[in-house]
């Protein structure tokens, strides 16, 4: 008895089971040799709902349809060719905003423009004058698509990111609220893009106090800076906060958080990048009350001072002379704990930030305190 194949599988114009299927803008499947055909010999319409179509129309590979016919088969299917060189950014961009399409064919196009957003500027103002950051924070809702579908758009988001121009352009479309979303629900690797993404933002000084100001973004950094399951996210969450507090108002944001504490022990731990964004809440006054709180503070920097890098050995010491300028017992605590015999050796440092600012605590340290 011959197999009855599901009506599904078989091309609407040769009527034969696809043997590498492929979908058009409109959202509609075919037998690629089939609707290669129809375009070759002229046509601009999709052959079922006869809208038009672009005029280098671009077919998408429907995966998830292969792999059902060939797992209904049982029968391994030749190798689909090649996608086309230069892919419609306006194709794509349809597959992802269109309702029927599956996911397999929404995860190649969001492949297909992440590759197109790596090339240059001119792409990528390209692909955003066509659209493409509505469709991308459509996909970042967390929905029974999963976290590949917003993994894949955050990238992408990230690369549009780059440019100035559209920094301010993708806060106004809304991007803030959807990565504040991947930052609270997304996956491990979500939340690491999501971060990196309000650091790309954060470099235009308007987006800083935009973000500063939405509702849970910075208590998400700083819930990702204590819960991150990964490496990763705690040190791009710590790189987001350092680019958010360069404006002074965000400052008392991240401290009244709670960030404080969690930044002292991720130091303790080695994280550096921790120590750059206590050296920028040390700044304000709410910054230095909660670190002199935190039971064995100094020994922290000092651990930081003996085996850190340059960058990080210049931010302890700067931080520690501002808190010894407010406390006498910073000051002793230092002084007991060798401050000043690492100060006199770190001024022949060949860093001039880390001579200068080691020359200032010595000063500080010997009875002449001064803000710097």
């Not at 089939?34 to 429907?62: A, E, F, M, V």
């Not at 600012?357 to 340290?365: C, D, G, K, M, R």
């Amino acid at each position: 008895m011959a197999t009855q194949f599901p009506d599904d599988f078989k091309c609407p114009i040769s009527l034969e089971i696809m043997s590498d299927p492929v979908i058009l803008s409109s959202g509609h499947t075919f037998d690629r040799a089939s609707i290669q055909r129809w375009l070759d010999s002229g046509h601009r319409t999709c052959p079922i709902t006869k809208l038009p179509l672009p005029d280098q129309p671009s077919l998408i590979p429907n995966h998830a349809l292969r792999s059902l016919i060939s797992n209904f088969t049982r029968t391994p299917l030749p190798k689909p060719q090649l996608e086309h060189a230069n892919p419609n950014p306006q194709t794509l961009i349809s597959v992802l905003t269109s309702k029927s399409s599956p996911l397999e064919s929404k995860l190649e196009s969001l492949t297909q423009l992440t590759k197109l957003s790596k090339r240059d500027s001119a792409s990528r103002r390209k692909l955003t004058e066509s659209g493409a950051v509505s469709a991308v924070l459509n996909c970042l809702k967390i929905d029974s698509d999963g976290f590949t579908l917003q993994e894949k758009a955050l990238s992408l988001l990230l690369n549009l990111s780059l440019d100035d121009d559209n920094k301010v352009g993708l806060v106004a479309e809304g991007a803030v609220s959807r990565v504040v979303a991947a930052l609270r629900f997304g996956s491990p690797d979500c939340r690491a893009i999501a971060a990196t993404i309000i650091t790309s933002l954060a470099v235009v000084e308007v987006n800083k106090a935009t973000i500063g100001d939405y509702p849970y973004a910075i208590n998400a950094l700083v819930s990702l800076l204590q819960n991150g399951k990964l490496i990763r996210e705690k040190k791009e969450a710590a790189t987001a906060l350092y680019a958010l507090t360069s404006f002074p108002e965000n400052r008392k944001r991240v401290v009244s958080c709670g960030a404080v504490p969690i930044l002292m022990r991720l130091a303790d731990a080695g994280l550096e990048r921790a120590v750059e964004v206590l050296s920028i809440l040390v700044k304000c006054k709410e910054g230095r009350e909660e670190m002199m709180r935190v039971s064995g503070c100094v020994g922290v920097f000092v651990k930081m001072l003996k085996t850190g890098s340059s960058r990080a050995v210049q931010c302890s010491l700067f931080t520690l002379s501002c808190l010894c300028c407010c406390s006498q017992q910073i000051c002793g605590d230092s002084r007991k704990e060798g401050v000043l015999d690492i100060c006199m050796g770190l001024l022949e440092d060949d860093n001039e930030k880390v001579r200068r600012n080691a020359n200032n605590l010595i000063q500080t340290l010997s009875g002449n305190p001064s803000m710097q």
